[in-house]
């Protein structure tokens, strides 16, 4: 053999060695740019996840700096989404989903596996927050042991990563039942919409100082039994924030002002996805306006449809003309 061939000989090898990883790196790139995604898909392409996943460590770290915890609701794959994107450290699906999602009169009328459903839908979304289910009236309160069959229901079938349940201290075995299972529980005291009946309606707790000493007992009493966070419902802010102060582990406001350790809302609430003259709590502030958006957008589309300005040709798939015409031919023979 030559040395001019052997050269030749090594010079390819050496230019097959540089050239192979350059190949290799522009496949992926490549097969990115040609992969199609349903038409309906309501995530589209993956965007880049730019968030650790939230876990129950990421909350304490957050409690002991002082840094508030957001907390939002979620009923479904795109609001969990959007929940999820925006940063919230906290997703609940909570029961309101039962007049907000279902148009139902009241919390206690949602069942069991409507909530795992929901959760489900939620939880495909919200891969970076830390995800929590509202375990529906009726699920827990007969015994601690059906309490923990419905917390388990909510981790495998559900997918989320704890549950929430209201009541003090008179929840707090059921509480601690959960907990030693290993599965986190948000309490919820001072307002509990489910027991709105006994309670006379939704009033505000603690407006009184046996009733304030009530809310601080009960949170306590839920804090004891494992609780890692607690909502706090429509409490005087001054008492929220001393029972804050008194505890070891966050309090969610919704209606109990800003010295909780964090603040939950509905999301349909706060992005103002209602018809007006709909009655909102005081507590809700309306961020956004999507009903009035959403209304504007589909009767634009009415309108286009009526008048026929859309589909317009950009919305409409291309096709030879000489195959129109030969479709055409076809058609006059069938009918000859």
């Known amino acids: 053999m030559s040395p001019s061939i052997s050269v030749v000989q090594v010079s390819r090898a050496l230019f097959s060695q540089y050239l192979r990883p350059i190949s290799t790196a522009v496949k992926p790139l490549l097969s990115q ?3 199609r995604y349903s038409s309906h898909s309501p995530m589209g392409a993956p965007g880049p996840n730019l968030r650790k996943k939230v876990t129950l460590n990421t909350i304490r770290s957050m409690y002991k700096k002082g840094e508030p915890i957001t907390v939002l609701t979620a009923h479904d794959f795109p609001s969990g989404h959007v929940a999820d994107v925006a940063g919230m450290e906290i997703v609940l699906v909570g029961d309101s989903l039962a007049m907000v999602a279902l148009g139902m009169e009241d919390t206690s009328e949602v069942l069991l596996e409507e909530m795992l459903l929901h959760c489900r839908s939620v939880s495909r979304a919200a891969k970076t927050a830390f995800t929590v289910g509202d375990l529906p009236m009726g699920s827990y309160e007969i015994a601690p042991e059906q309490a923990l069959e419905s917390a388990i229901r909510f981790i495998k079938e559900g997918r ?96 109990a002002g800003n010295g909780c350790s964090g603040q939950v809302l509905v999301q349909v609430d706060m992005t103002g996805n209602f018809p007006p003259g709909r009655f909102i709590p005081k507590f809700v502030k309306k961020y956004g306006d999507v009903w009035s958006e959403s209304l504007k957008a ?36 069938k009918e000859a």
Not at 168 to 176: D, H, K, V, Y
Not at 302 to 328: C, G, L, M, N, Q
Request: include cysteine.
């Open 298 to 333: 589909i009767e634009a589309y009415r309108d286009e449809t009526k008048s026929r300005a859309y589909p317009a040709p950009e919305h409409t798939y291309p096709i030879p003309k000489e195959e129109v015409e030969k479709f055409e031919r076809m058609l006059d023979a």
């Open 160 to 255: 989320v990563q704890g549950v929430k349940l209201e009541g003090g201290i008179e929840m707090a075995p059921t509480i601690n039942k959960i907990t030693t299972a290993g599965i986190p529980v948000l309490g919820h005291v001072g307002l509990t919409p489910q027991h709105q009946n006994a309670l006379g309606g939704f009033r505000v707790q603690g407006k009184t100082s046996e009733s304030a000493m009530k809310v601080l007992q009960d949170a306590l009493a839920v804090q004891a039994a494992g609780c890692f966070a607690v909502v706090v419902e429509a409490v005087p802010q001054e008492i929220a924030t001393l029972i804050t102060k008194k505890l070891s582990i966050p309090t969610i406001g919704i209606g």
């Open 33 to 35: 740019w040609q992969t």
